[in-house]
Structure formats: structure tokens, C-alpha cells
């Protein structure tokens, strides 16, 4: 079994940048760079940022129902074309535009012949594309599948969770009108809805304690079904795989519904529901051994400081508010991940055994015994050398450089031998 060590990996504190550096088809010639990733097979969940949203349009055309399909160029392609040229593995894409936790949560459970299911239906996010919601809940069992002989599987999902979130807890309070919403299908013209609709702060201002209350129990809702669906995961994953969630940019920092303006609840309560959400994953990594959070990429890889929305609905690295990152930060981010699994797989020399070595000290030759990782097989430490002299320390450098390994049974045998002459020592 591959020996694991517990770390969240930061994107930022990658040794190897790619953003801007290598283009889709160099991922092929870079691959050897990776050739300690042992996975044979990769499978990969989550919403529209890992299944590839904006890379190809004509795919988003003429299916845009969008479920389980392998978009080339989304950083889960490029990590699987990785694999597949060192390792030949399989790539089971089990990503969907537009989709969100509790439809994993509720697919996973159906795939695992949960008796009763997680189903939430009184939601305006499913109803808006409910043949979309209800092909990818389907997919349980092929999705359970895939995870139950994979070595790999990553996870990227819940922004869309907290879209609903905000919604559903706008909507709540009465702040905003549901069936208007929902009847808009211009970005801007929803911009400006809301902005108009936030002007009902002024007048009422108990509407802002409503929507603070609806954003807490939302986002525990988010936070229970990441939970689940993790833990999911790991159950129907075999033993020794790991399991990588990606964490997002919080690209909504600083930015602002109105020109010149200090505040935005829009805004603020979507990036406090981001930061809670990569926080809480990173935590739910620590309680599994081969669970890893990686951390998101910088804002600045995609956006400037305090850009507004308008900006980043018109910005041609963007699509919709921006949130999805273009041909180069997918690239960036699969450098990163591919890093981050190097970083993982980088043998930590937890399974070790004591050979004996025959060596030369300064009062002649003895047997040291020697622990090897029986990982890797490299010289972990070195022992002391036990002579009919005495027993002595001996530095690394002073080991002759010609030494034989002894099998198992012949180093059995002097261990024994050895043993007994320092017993005999010792009574004397």
C-alpha cells in the first residue's frame, strides 16, 4: 500500500507555475516531469469549472444538459491526459455544468442503495433546469462505479451550492421576487435587478437581519452535504486512493456591484460563503489519511483588485461574473494539481526494515545494521557496527563504499551470532 503523509498544499507554494507557460498540447511532453504518479485510474466530480465551462461551445450547444463529459482542456483533462501518457490509466469523467453537492450527495446515496436518499426539491436552482438536475441524480450508479476502481478521484463543487444559497435567502426575505428572477436571462439585467432590489435596505432594515439568519442556515446546509458527500467518497473508494479537492479563487473579493462604492452585500456575503466553504474542506481533509485539500490559486492569476462585476462579465478571460477561468488558467491549474500530487506521492520513508551490512571501522570489519525503506529501498539511517572490539558509532562517510547486502536469512543467522558473542561479553 502507498504510504501517505496529512497536508493541505497551497497552489500558491507550487514549485512549478504554468500558468501562461505551457499550452494544452506541451502537458504531453511534460509528463515524464510527473512519472511518479502511480494512478491507473482517475475519476473526477464537481461543477462547471472542472467539467470546462466556456472551453467548448459547441459541446455547452448541443448538449447543455452537460453531464458526465470530458471537456479537453479543463485542468481534470489535462491531469488525465498526464496520466494516460505515463501510466496508460483510465479517466472517468463524472463532472456536470451547473451541478452542486446535494445532487453528488443525492446520486451517490441512490448509487449505494441508500434506503432513503438525500433529495431536496424546493429549491429554485434545480427547477430552473430540472432535466439537467434529474439526468446527473441518475448517474449514481455508473458514478459509484467509476469511484470503486479508481487510485484517484478529485473533487471541485459547491459554488453552485452557494448561488442557491443566496438566492434562496434573498428570496426568504422578501427581498427579492423569485419569479422575477428567474424570468431574466441577461446578466446584466439581473445586475441591475438586484442593485434595484438591495435599495429595499433603506427602507426596511430588518430585512438585513433576515438575510444574515437565511445565509447562516443555507450554508450549514452547504456544509452538511460537503460532509456527506466526501465522506461518500471515501467509503466507496478503494483503501489506498487518494482523494484531492480543489478549492476555489475567491474572485468575488473587493468587488462591487456599484461604481464607487465601499460596500456590496452581493458581493461580500458570496466571497464569505467561499472562504467558509474552502476552510471547511480543508478541515474535513484532516479527519481522513488520504483525503488532501488543495488550496485555490490567487485571485490575481485571473482578476485585478477590486474589479467590478460589469468588468468581469466583459473581460474575455472570464465568462459569467467571471468565475470561470479561460484555456490558460485551466492550464494553471492543472500544473498546480500535477504538483501537488507529485508532492504526495514523494516517498516520506514510513515503511522501513534493518539490514545487515558488512563495514569497516577503525578497528576493523563488522556487520552495522542498516534501515532501508521498503518503499523505495533507499538508506534511511545507519546503524551502530558490532565487532568482537566492541560496538561502535560509525558516520555515514566512514561506510565503505563496497558493501553487500546480506538476505534475509543470512542476516538472521549473524544478527544471532552477533548477539550472542556481546551476551558473552557483557556476563564477562
Known sequence: MKKKFKRSISLAMCAVLLFGVLGTAAFAEESKEYDNLPYKCYTYIGDSIPWGYGLNPDIETSDPNSVCLRVEGAYT??????????????VHAAASSGSRLCDYRAALEKGMG??????????????????RTE??????????????ESDLISLQCGINDITALLVNTLCAS??????????IDDAEAVLDYLQFALSSLEADPNVLGNIISGFKSELTGIRENAAAVVGDVVEIAPEDADIVIVGYSNLLAGMR???????????????????????YYSSIADDYDNVYY???????????????????????????LGLHPDAEGHEYIAGCVLDALKEINTCRHEHTKTVLERVKSTKGYGYMGVQVCTDCGKVVSMGKVVTPFGTFDVPE???????????????????RLINGICSISAKR
Open 77 to 90: 483533462d489535462l491531469v488525465g491526459k498526464v496520466l494516460e501518457e505515463n501510466n496508460g490509466a483510465a
Open 114 to 131: 441508500v434506503e432513503n436518499p438525500y433529495n431536496r426539491t424546493d429549491d429554485w436552482f434545480g427547477n430552473r433546469t430540472p432535466e
Open 135 to 148: 439526468l446527473l441524480r441518475s448517474k449514481g450508479e455508473q458514478m459509484c462505479a467509476w469511484i470503486s
Open 174 to 183: 422578501g427581498l427579492v421576487d423569485i419569479n422575477k428572477i428567474t424570468a
Open 257 to 279: 456591484v456599484i461604481p464607487g462604492t465601499d460596500f456590496s452585500l452581493i458581493m461580500d456575503l458570496i466571497d464569505t460563503a467561499l472562504v467558509s466553504l474552502n476552510d
Open 294 to 320: 488543495v488550496d485555490a490559486p490567487d485571485a490575481s492569476v485571473f482578476f485585478s483588485e477590486g474589479m467590478l462585476i460589469t468588468d468581469a462579465i466583459s473581460d474575455e478571460r472570464g465568462i459569467l
Open 397 to 415: 562517510k566512514t561506510v565503505n563504499s563496497i558493501v553487500v547486502n546480506i538476505g534475509n536469512a543470512v542476516s538472521s543467522t549473524l544478527s
